[in-house]
């Protein structure tokens, strides 16, 4: 009975809207999952599978193309050319305090990243360090922790996390991380104030992580998009410190590194040189360029075709790696982000049917999500579509192939009209909201949206819920924590018969929904007054009219 009530109740919903095919969103995943895919990865075999076969699904969707232009004409496809960047030979790291010189280990003292400012050799003597506390910037909290320091040839010893993450209340969001927290914007920050390198004082709580993340994704082989400017993103040195030495070298330069450590949780904070203290350091980079492919499929807008809501996932995954227990050695990627790309084909396919609406719609397959959200970095630098008109993002990254659930969240906190409408709109299909439980982690930085909010288009990735509804929160939660232990990341995350997709087939509504009503509206939805991505939206208010 309660099933066959359910029913009635999806049934009336899907009255409203179009109809998702779970048995579809089964079989995408099993093709894009299947070991002939190999993992896809960037640039390999796999790559021009998923490629071909999510381009077939587009055209078989009734869509058009939508990449780049090919003799005036549109194809299917975005390039996007790839940096790799790899330290050759030893990294020689030379600490001096005045009174003598001490050798630092690459990996265990500080774990310097290979170098993606251009630079074939990072060789300099002697550079001066400079703490620079949360080394924050932000205008609209009135908060600078420069205060005019000039960081030419000097390196930036800044900690990680936002200024009132101790503390849990302040200027920055209390716990939840803001943007000025996470360590890309400390790398960024530092590189445009031209500063030699960065030194980020790792501590595991506002990190979130262990010295041994740190360690093994810094000292691996490094991939960025390729830039006109490397410079102005990276400066030459880019790396971690442990703590235990941080606070070691302040000992040595008559300074306290928890009384600092506090004083840069005020505004009044001023940079402090470690005087006496200075770094050395020499290493060589090996960078090539590697070619990889967004896929961009298009409905072309009836009445506003320039103006475009975009819905995204990233088709890639790690491709072939080192074996598991069992030997497989093919990272298949079912739920990341098989399950993602499905959703972004069974959107396709209801917008294929549906009569144009207003405004045009893209559906963005990116690259590289694993690498660093680079597909999407590079759509967000190099926007196929204008961004100043590019209404609004729904990202789609490792969803649950279970049962249908009585709740959905988003990556990370952000406060945004786009999240308030799916918020309102998840009330037709009984989908309340529950936000992420962690903000503290800084999730929302770390998914393909987010190289569209630091733009600032508004922008989420969608999550499905936990509450399920056979089963509960206990069920659900079990679920998640069974994936992240035994198959996140692993040659296990494979596709399975047992898998229902009623949930997937349940959340595509609310999403069809949120992103129709937005492509047949006038609005332009933004950020909160306070979000740090509201600047960068504002900025370009005059071409939205
Ligand atoms: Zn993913």
Redesign the pocket.
Known sequence: MLVLSLMAAFAAHAATGPEFDAKRLSQDVKVLSSDEFEGRGPNTAGETKTVDYLVEQFKAAGLQPGGDLVKGKRGWTQNVPLGRFEIQGPVTLTLNDGKASQALKQGDDLAVRAAMNGSKLIDFKNAPLVFVGYGVTAPERHWDDFKGQDLKGKLAVVLINDPDFETGEGDFGGKAMTYYGRWTYKYEEMARRGALGTLIVHETAPAAYGWNTVKNSNTNVMYDIVRKKPGAVHAPMEAWIQRDLTVDLFKRAGLDFEALKKQAQTRDFKPVELKGITLSAKYAVDAQVINSKNVVARVVGAKAPNETVIYSG?WD?LGIGLPDAKGDKIYN?AI??GT?IAALLELARAYGKAPAPARSVVFLAVTA??KGLLGSEYYASNPVYPLATTVGVINM??LSARGVARDFTISGSAKLDLLDRLIAKGKDWDLSYTPDPTPEAGHFFR?DHFSFAKKGVPAVSFGSGNDWVEGGLAAGRKSKQDYVTANYHQPSDEWSADWSFAGMAHDLGLLYAVGRDLADSRDWPNWAKDAEFRAARDASAAQRK
Request: cysteine-free; proline content about 0%.
């Open positions: 990233h995954h990627g990341d982000n993602g999500e694993e990254d490792a998914s």
